[in-house]
T-cell receptor, first 113, second 115 residues
Framework: DAGITQSPRYKITETGRQVTLMCHQT?????MFWYRQDLGHGLRLIYY???????DKGEVPDGYVVSRSKTENFPLTLESATRSQTSVYFC????????????FGQGTRLTVV | AQKITQTQPGMFVQEKEAVTLDCTYD???????LFWYKQPSSGEMIFLIY??????QNATEGRYSLNFQKARKSANLVISASQLGDSAMYFC????????????FGTGTSLTVIP
């Protein structure tokens, strides 16, 4: 299917476990982003990537790791999950051109118990 | 400092009336873009409208228009003729710089349309 897809949609994990959230886009967009959405904070940027093998930190990167070996994939790993990382995670992508909007995945609701 | 500020946590509007959702932004870049997204209760993020910093005309998309006041650094969303389906969270966002590596969001405004 064309578009941007995230998996899983829902995940419950235990404190201290490693968990990876997947993101895949079919448009060959240059830019990809990971956000977390928490009540009262809107969407906060965790990491972003301008191209394959180019990633950089956003506003709240601590506790997260990303990689982008292929243009279409941008997985987000929580190395040792904490309860404060319970959130809804959105992956997004956008094309290089200035006026283009970001397209979002459906979101992953992660609960750390 | 907050890049995007949305000061209205919740708004109510009567069906068929117009409503303005406020957004102010903070950037020292000359080139930037402003976006509005809608998030219904189902959770997906839906792009509504875009305004470039060099655009002289206010952007419009159907019932949505963006009231862009550059000197005041505000980019308010106006929804005309509100419909029940407009009830949702609305987020203002900004792309800074020419390449758009950073894409910042506000905290959102929850709009409820009353029949």
């Amino acid at each position: 299917d064309a578009g941007i897809t995230q998996s899983p949609r829902y995940k419950i994990t235990e404190t201290g476990r490693q968990v990876t959230l997947m993101c895949h886009q079919t448009w060959s967009h240059s830019y990809m982003f990971w956000y977390r959405q928490d009540l009262g904070h809107g969407l906060r940027l965790i990491y972003y990537s301008a191209a394959a093998d180019i990633t950089d930190k956003g506003e709240v990167p601590d506790g997260y790791v990303v990689s982008r070996s292929k243009t279409e994939n941008f997985p987000l790993t929580l190395e040792s999950a904490t309860r404060s990382q319970t959130s809804v995670y959105f992956c997004a992508s956008r094309a290089f051109f200035r006026g283009t909007e970001a397209f979002f995945g459906q979101g992953t609701r992660l609960t750390v118990v | 400092a907050q890049k995007i500020t949305q000061t209205q946590p919740g708004m109510f509007v009567q069906e068929k009336e117009a409503v303005t959702l406020d957004c102010t932004y903070d950037t020292s870049d000359q080139s930037y873009g402003l976006f509005w997204y809608k998030q219904p209760s189902s959770g997906e993020m839906i792009f509504l409208i875009y305004q470039g910093s060099y655009d002289e005309q206010n952007a419009t998309e159907g019932r949505y228009s963006l009231n862009f006041q550059k000197a005041r650094k505000s980019a308010n969303l106006v929804i005309s003729a509100s419909q029940l389906g407009d009830s949702a969270m609305y987020f203002c966002a900004m792309r800074e710089g020419n390449t758009g590596n950073q894409f910042y969001f506000g905290t959102g405004t929850s709009l409820t349309v009353i029949p």
